[in-house]
């Protein structure tokens, strides 16, 4: 198997420090975990922003100083969200990338939808809808293809990656493509298995490359099976608040940490950045 691709979500843009209190918000603080997570084995890095007040923004100033950061302290794979949060224009959201021209950014590649309902008082805690019509999803592939940015193609249900294939059809998407199956997500991919995973990657065009990111208690089983699979992974703060079941993670290398040593019990040896960078078709810095 090719080495292994570890990618850490520092941030996001749904769970604060009121979830918990290690992570992190502010850029000095992603900069700081981004380093650390170097250190531990990781080759890239998935970047949400907030604002001064915590709340997700897509301020490209924001983003730039965040990139500037970890630039300077690592030769890291960057890849920044274009997902932001709700409250966030699809124009704010693709910003960033004509004006920081980012190697990696991610890119949901059609509408999603997920809800969290409290049977006990029966209510909705959350409810939410992402709507993109295939115009919006045309907009930021060519955003995207324009300022030479490689999308990591977000996958919350098979009929994506037909998606996927449409807008390669008509030139807004170029070959190979890079995929993200994120499982465990209530309205989507709700069922993480080995089964479902295996159809998903085995669905891919051919010359893909692909990542498992696995929500909540989903995120180390899964990340298990990808990496049996010949696939990569995604782990950290974003997708998941503990380390292990009830105990809450100081901080993202510990995640890191902890996949370097599943790898390695089950030989495979983990990628470099400029080793990331030569598995996914980017220039190396």
Same mark, same amino acid.
Not at 59 to 78: M, N, Q, R, S
Not at 98 to 123: C, H, V, W
Not at 144 to 170: R, S, V
Not at 204 to 217: F, K, M, R
């Given at each position: 198997?090719?080495?292994?691709?570890?990618?850490?979500?520092?941030?996001?843009?749904?769970?604060?420090?009121?979830?918990?209190?290690?992570?992190?918000?502010?850029?000095?603080?992603?900069?700081?975990?981004?380093?650390?997570?170097?250190?531990?084995?990781?080759?890239?890095?998935?970047?949400?922003?907030? *604002?001064?007040?915590?709340?997700?923004?897509?301020?490209?100033?924001?983003?730039?100083?965040?990139?500037?950061?970890?630039?300077?302290?690592? *030769?890291?794979?960057?890849?920044?969200?274009?997902?932001?949060?709700?409250?966030?224009?699809?124009?704010?959201?693709?910003?960033?990338?004509?004006?920081?021209?980012?190697?990696?950014?991610?890119?949901?590649?059609?509408?999603?939808?997920?809800?969290?309902? *409290?049977?006990?008082?029966?209510?909705?805690?959350?409810?939410?809808?992402?709507?993109?019509?295939?115009?919006?999803?045309?907009?930021?592939?060519?955003?995207?293809?324009?300022?030479?940015?490689?999308?990591?193609?977000?996958?919350?249900?098979?009929?994506?990656?037909?998606?996927?294939?449409?807008?390669?059809?008509?030139?807004?998407?170029?070959?190979?493509?890079?995929?993200?199956?994120?499982?465990?997500?209530?309205?989507?991919?709700?069922?993480?298995?080995?089964?479902?995973?295996?159809?998903?990657?085995?669905?891919?065009?051919?010359?893909?490359?692909?990542?498992?990111?696995?929500?909540?208690?989903?995120?180390?089983?899964?990340?298990?099976?990808?990496?049996?699979?010949?696939?990569?992974?995604?782990?950290?703060?974003? *997708?998941?608040?503990?380390?292990?079941?009830?105990?809450?993670?100081?901080?993202?290398?510990?995640?890191?940490?902890?996949?370097?040593?599943?790898?390695?019990?089950?030989?495979?040896?983990?990628?470099?950045?400029?080793?990331?960078?030569?598995?996914?078709?980017?220039?190396?810095?």
């Amino acid at each position: 198997m090719e080495k292994l691709i570890i990618t850490v979500a520092l941030t996001g843009a749904q769970q604060g420090k009121g979830a918990n209190p290690n992570l992190p918000e502010q850029p000095e603080e992603i900069i700081q975990q981004a380093i650390e997570c170097w250190r531990a084995g990781a080759a890239a890095v998935h970047v949400h922003a907030r *604002d001064r007040e915590g709340k997700p923004t897509a301020a490209p100033e924001v983003f730039g100083e965040i990139v500037d950061g970890i630039k300077a302290k690592t *030769d890291l794979v960057i890849c920044l969200s274009t997902g932001g949060a709700a409250k966030i224009s699809l124009q704010e959201r693709i910003g960033m990338v004509p004006a920081l021209k980012p190697e990696l950014a991610s890119f949901n590649i059609g509408s999603t939808m997920t809800g969290r309902y *409290d049977f006990e008082n029966q209510k909705w805690l959350s409810d939410f809808t992402l709507s993109q019509s295939y115009s919006d999803l045309e907009m930021i592939a060519r955003a995207m293809l324009e300022a030479g940015t490689k999308p990591e193609i977000e996958i919350y249900d098979p009929g994506m990656i037909n998606n996927a294939l449409l807008f390669e059809k008509i030139g807004a998407i170029v070959k190979p493509m890079h995929f993200s199956f994120v499982m465990g997500i209530p309205g989507q991919i709700n069922t993480p298995t080995p089964k479902h995973l295996l159809y998903l990657s085995e669905s891919l065009p051919e010359g893909s490359t692909w990542q498992v990111i696995g929500i909540g208690v989903h995120q180390f089983p899964m990340a298990t099976m990808g990496m049996l699979l010949g696939g990569h992974v995604r782990v950290g703060m974003e *997708d998941n608040l503990y380390i292990s079941r009830g105990i809450m993670a100081e901080n993202n290398a510990q995640f890191v940490e902890k996949i370097v040593r599943i790898a390695g019990e089950i030989g495979r040896p983990i990628a470099t950045p400029d080793e990331a960078r030569d598995i996914l078709g980017l220039k190396k810095r």
